[in-house]
């Protein structure tokens, strides 16, 4: 099992980062805020637009420290990434299945499957929860809707159809999303997804929450040897990282959204957090970054049993675990791809 390290979340707008011995040294204005050994770290993401010294890239490509440059909404700028590893057998396997749309489509419905089947859960687990604050009727309704679309999903070899399902069921998903929201509903009101650039509260924790775990995914698939640029699901497309989306989608709602429901539910985030541009754009405010990685690293520490495996990992380790999966079934050791079937 893969060690779970830690990712470095530089969030000052100013910082340089340079690399001092064995440490990564964070400067604003030619003070020195603080060093942390590289020994100690996986990743290192920052938020700063001052960049980072070729010393410490050339130290991250030699220790396989994934750095990546965010914007201030958390849109990814680029990586700086070592060689990919594993052989290249496998990845020329990934590139022969993303040609054929058919094999495409039976690998992309099963990372469907385990999207629905995730979001379907987080809809029954809130009828059994939050029945008195919630329309029970609509949510079991659609719950029995996302029962028939999995059932239709799974003799689906059309790749076309499974997105058009795929996208019918997240707009019947997001139009139960704002009664999942119990505290805070004025300032967290949730009318839709939109994105690019997010324009609440809501949509601007999603968008960071997705991005991270995008980040997630992108590192763990280059780790097991894929190449996360060249997806199923989402095809090729020059700068997107299409595998990453493919395997974070069985993710989204119980890592992600379950995250940012908890962050407002417990008043984690509040109003305050967040500032207006004259775009329209929310985002939030430095402290408020602070706090929602600090949650969210501390929510990767914590331990759950994976459902294929079978195994006590870290929830850190989730995306570790599925992409080794599909690895595995593209080398042809397992029958099929697993989905992450959250219980």
């Not at 060093?35 to 990743?43: D, F, I, Q, T, W």
């Not at 939109?194 to 999603?206: E, H, M, S």
């Not at 049993?305 to 992409?323: D, M, N, R, T």
Request: aromatic share 10%; glycine share 6%; proline share 3%.
């Amino acid at each position: 099992m893969k060690k779970l390290l830690n990712t470095l979340f530089v969030t000052t707008p100013d910082a340089y980062l340079f690399l001092d011995g064995g440490n990564v040294g964070i400067r604003v204005d030619q003070q020195v805020l603080g060093k942390v050994p590289l020994l100690n770290l996986e990743a290192i993401v920052t938020f700063g637009r001052s960049g980072a010294s070729p010393a410490l890239m050339h130290e991250c490509l030699q220790d396989e420290i994934a750095l990546s440059f965010l914007a201030p909404t958390g849109r990814l700028l680029g990586r700086v990434i070592g060689p990919t590893n594993g052989n290249v057998t496998l990845r020329k396997t990934q590139y022969r299945i993303s040609e054929s749309i058919l094999q495409s489509a039976l690998i992309a419905r099963n990372f469907i499957i385990g999207k629905i089947y995730n979001q379907r859960w987080l809809l029954e687990r809130a009828t059994r929860d939050h029945q008195l604050v919630i329309d029970v009727e609509k949510f079991k309704a659609v719950s029995s809707q996302f029962k028939l679309v999995l059932k239709q999903l799974m003799t689906c070899d059309d790749l076309e159809t499974l997105r058009g399902i795929e996208g019918n069921a997240a707009s019947q998903y997001y139009s139960l999303f704002d009664q999942l929201i119990l505290q805070q509903k004025s300032a967290f009101k949730f009318h839709g997804r939109n994105r690019r650039p997010p324009l609440d509260n809501t949509n601007a924790l999603l968008s960071f929450a997705y991005t991270l775990l995008g980040h997630d995914v992108a590192a763990v698939l280059e780790t097991v040897g894929l190449d996360a640029y060249v997806g199923f699901m989402h095809r090729d497309r020059p700068g997107r990282l299409s595998l990453a989306l493919d395997l974070m989608e069985e993710l989204r709602g119980i890592y992600a959204d379950r995250f940012v429901l908890r962050l407002i539910n417990k008043k984690i985030v509040t109003a305050k957090d967040f500032e207006k541009k004259e775009n329209g754009a929310v985002l939030m405010n430095e402290q408020a970054r602070k706090n929602f990685l600090n949650e969210w690293q501390q929510r990767k520490q914590e331990e759950i049993v994976h459902p294929f495996l079978g195994e006590k990992i870290a929830w850190g380790l989730v995306p570790y675990c599925q992409a080794l999966l599909l690895a595995r079934y593209l080398r042809g050791d397992l029958d099929d791809y697993p989905p992450f079937f959250w219980k």
